[in-house]
Structures are given as structure tokens and as C-alpha cells.
């Protein structure tokens, strides 16, 4: 009999239990023992695969306390960037894609429907709430706002954003991110993102701006029409 290896818990040590076979069982430093058991975890997993992230537990899961935030105003969020809600609140209800779940005689299917209906006649145009984290964005108020939107395939949403700045550290991730928050505060642009460090700064020279040079707002036009034709052309040629 072979226990599985689960990477969450590589860091402990493993042991086999004869008299609990089907559960891996694991040693923390402290010599505290848990058990893992399959059925669970799997359960466990596709709830959090099938179920928005929640903000509040990634920061928990970082040990990031001490965040600073930053008021950003009104922004027009990308879609694809809408990826979990603030607080675990309505998440239930929503799949990670933000498609309702909750069955068409509740009372959220109902307000549902009728924000559907609402946009069909006259679109909607009140802004969400929502955190922004590693240049990803978290939906504090209007939720069934994104959903709906989400479903008629809106590229962008406007909301009120509020930035968690993390703690600088040696992580590459969050080298890139800091390079992304010079880069934003002149640009004003968050729907590019770049995995080596300097290309934020490169961007900003090849579209011939000095270091310090902030973005028009015919600059940010001109720049999201090459990249939207760019990214139609890539798409279409796979």
C-alpha cells in the first residue's frame, strides 16, 4: 500500500500507520500528528477548484499581516482578472468563472435574473468594490454584477479598486510586482504582465516614454489598439 503524497504537507514528515492505512499521516516539527484522508482531500479540492478564491484566505495562507492599502478610484478592472471575492460570503454561489450555482427558485436566482434583465434594457453602470493583490482583483460588493457581466463576455468592469500592497521580499513574483506599480502609476494599464524582471521598464522605453514619463490618455488609447489587435492575431493563429 502506497500513501499518497500531498505538496501542501511535503514539509512534515510522513509516516505509515498500520491501523490507519488509507490516510497518510503526518509529524510537524512540533510533533503534532494529523491525517490526511483521500475521500476528504479530493472533496476539499474540487470545492476549492469549482469556487472563487477568497482574498482573505490568501493572504492568511502567505502570513502576510502587515499589508498597506492603496485607494486606486475608479478602474476599469479586466475581466479575466476578476478571480475570487474579498471574504468567503456569497462564494458559494458563485463557480471560479463567477457562473451562478444556486438553484432558479432561490431568491439570489431570482435578483440574478432581474440584473440580467436590467442590463439587456439598459446596461449597468454602477461600479463594483472590489481589492486588487498581485495584480489580481477580488470582488468585495457586486458579485452578481461581475457574474452577469462575466456571461455576456464584458472585457472590462469599472470598479472601485483598493490595492494590497504585500511586504517586498527576494520572491521574483514580487520583484515583478513592485516593477508593475511603477509602471501602473504611469501608464494607468493592468491588463499586461510580464514573468522577468526589467519588462515593465523595457515597455516603457520601446514605446519611447523616459523612466519617469507619464502615459496620455491618447497614449493608453493608441497602446490598447495595438494590443488588442495583437492579441485578436495571436488568439486566431492559436
Known amino acids: 500500500l502506497v500513501m499518497k503524497d500531498y505538496e501542501e504537507w511535503k514539509k512534515y514528515n ?58 486606486l478610484g475608479l478602474v476599469q478592472i479586466p475581466s479575466e482578472l476578476i478571480v475570487g471575492t474579498k471574504t468567503a460570503g456569497r462564494s458559494s454561489a458563485f463557480s471560479k468563472g463567477f457562473k451562478p450555482l444556486l438553484k432558479e427558485n432561490t431568491e439570489f436566482a431570482y435578483k440574478w435574473m432581474a440584473l440580467y434583465k436590467a442590463h439587456l434594457n439598459e446596461g449597468i453602470r454602477e461600479p463594483i468594490k472590489a481589492y486588487e493583490f498581485m495584480n489580481k482583483f477580488y470582488v468585495e460588493e457586486g458579485n452578481k454584477r461581475v457574474s452577469v457581466l462575466k456571461f455576456f463576455d464584458a472585457v472590462s468592469i469599472p470598479g472601485n479598486v483598493t490595492r494590497i500592497v504585500p511586504p517586498r521580499t527576494e520572491e521574483k513574483e514580487n520583484k515583478i510586482y513592485y516593477e508593475f ?17 526589467g519588462s515593465f521598464a523595457k515597455l516603457q522605453r520601446l514605446v519611447g516614454k523616459r523612466p519617469d514619463e507619464a502615459w496620455s490618455d491618447d497614449d493608453r488609447l493608441d497602446f490598447a489598439s495595438a494590443y488588442n489587435r495583437f492579441r485578436a492575431e495571436y488568439k486566431a493563429n492559436g
Do not use: C
Open 181 to 197: 506599480m511603477d509602471f501602473y502609476a504611469l501608464s494607468r494599464i493592468n491588463y499586461i504582465w510580464f514573468t522577468q524582471l
Open 14 to 71: 510522513k509516516e505509515l500507520d498500520d491501523s490507519n492505512p488509507f490516510s497518510s499521516k503526518y509529524i510537524t516539527n512540533d510533533g503534532d500528528i494529523f491525517y490526511i484522508e483521500p475521500v476528504f482531500y479530493t472533496m476539499l479540492s474540487s470545492f476549492k477548484e469549482h469556487h472563487p478564491n477568497k482574498i482573505d484566505d490568501i493572504l492568511k495562507e502567505k502570513n502576510i499581516v502587515a499589508v498597506r492599502e492603496v485607494p
